[in-house]
């Protein structure tokens, strides 16, 4: 039997080519050899979301690019999180047995309380308990996730053997799988794509916008004249170019540093390079966009046979906690 794959993101925004890069083609990679269940988050976004008027268009937004970038639903349950409910009963039962303390040490949600210090609000402290949920209600083995979800899946695993131990061989341990693309840093030069508006590139963006926010990009600070010889190793734009322009990546890098080619030039390149490898994703997300009856249709199915998975382990989990 194919081992299972279980990953979530958030419906937070629009997915850019950082998302791409990092989860997505892996995502649609694993499909060859894993049976794989993909999920929109919702309820983790409202730890983070006061205003959730957008939240309906932006779970839509994710399955549309999920879609275009190659899921294939025939293969893989794709689904929102809320429409299988199941997921917040097994959160309660799980919260029993974890220790407020192991939540309070998580470093994402240390960085929450900065970052919302107004809303720190009970689900948020739970974060990691739902995601533990999520991966053992749909009796995940694998997880693909980037670095910073790994204290979440080591919380899960800690999780998980408390709950066997406590009430017997349940749950499933799974392993993490991290993409093996580093961070997509910023074009405004921030740590991370998407952590600030415009400093990202929209995988739905047209080919215009696309230009425009690789023309406003950061590149080498320390090159501001035509002349001066540049530092592809610190540049974005240059890291950029080791996914889209495999083959000429050697030239850039010579002709960055003996000042032969300019930024404008160089960045010129790299905006044809992403909308060329970008246009039948784009194509095939327009045609999408233009079928919400489609989409609704997909995930009314995801859900359904999501949920067939979610209630025979919840019926487990109760019967050995004793509760039925
Ligand atoms: N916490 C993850 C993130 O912020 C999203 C997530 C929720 C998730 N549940 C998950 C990821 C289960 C992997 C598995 O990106
Ligand atoms: Fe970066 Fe290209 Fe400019 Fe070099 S030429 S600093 S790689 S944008």
Known sequence: MKKRVFSGARPTARQHIGNYLGAIQNYVALQEEYECVYCVVDIHALTSMEDTRP?????REIVLDWLAAGMDTERTIIFIQSHVPEVMELHTLLSMVTPLSWLMRVPTFKEKVKQQPENVNYGLVGYPVLQAADITLYKA???????????HLELTREIVRRFNNQFGETLIEPVAKLTSFPRIVGLDGSDKMGKTSGNAIELAATPEET???IMTA??????RYRNDPGHPEVCNIYSLHGYFSESQIADIFRQCRAAEIGCVDCKKLLAEHINSSLRAL???????AARPEYITEVLTDGAQRARIIARETLHQVK??????
């Open 211 to 213: 230009e425009v926010r």
């Open 141 to 151: 083995d694998v997880v693909p996730i980037g670095e910073d979800q790994l204290p």
């Open 319 to 324: 019967q050995n906690m004793r509760l039925i």
């Open 218 to 223: 950061v590149t080498d600070p320390a090159r």
């Open 282 to 288: 784009r194509e095939k997300r327009s045609e999408l």
């Open 55 to 59: 939240l309906q268009e932006y779970n």
